[in-house]
């Protein structure tokens, strides 16, 4: 539900065309089932499994959303 009501607020910022989604999340399974489903529904996800490289995506280019694992290690 809490995916949902975020990416519907995404809708209404940026284009169907643009929106680009960065997921960070150490589970790789977690993460690849979020980044099919957002494909599926017509988003670019791109996919980090530790925070540091997340911190490097998100400060090389620009996202509409990030969905962060706040339980990651280290």
Request: glycine residues 6%; aromatic residues 6%; hydrophobic residues 40%.
């Amino acid at each position: 539900m809490q995916l949902k009501l975020s990416l519907e607020k995404c809708q209404k910022i940026a284009p169907m065309t643009h929106r680009k989604i960065l997921i960070i999340e150490d589970d790789r399974r977690i993460a690849q089932n979020i980044s099919r489903s957002l494909q599926a529904e017509g988003y670019a996800a791109e996919v980090a499994y530790e925070g540091y490289n997340g911190r490097q995506l998100a400060i090389q280019q620009p996202f509409d959303l990030v969905i962060l694992d706040i339980n990651l290690p280290g």
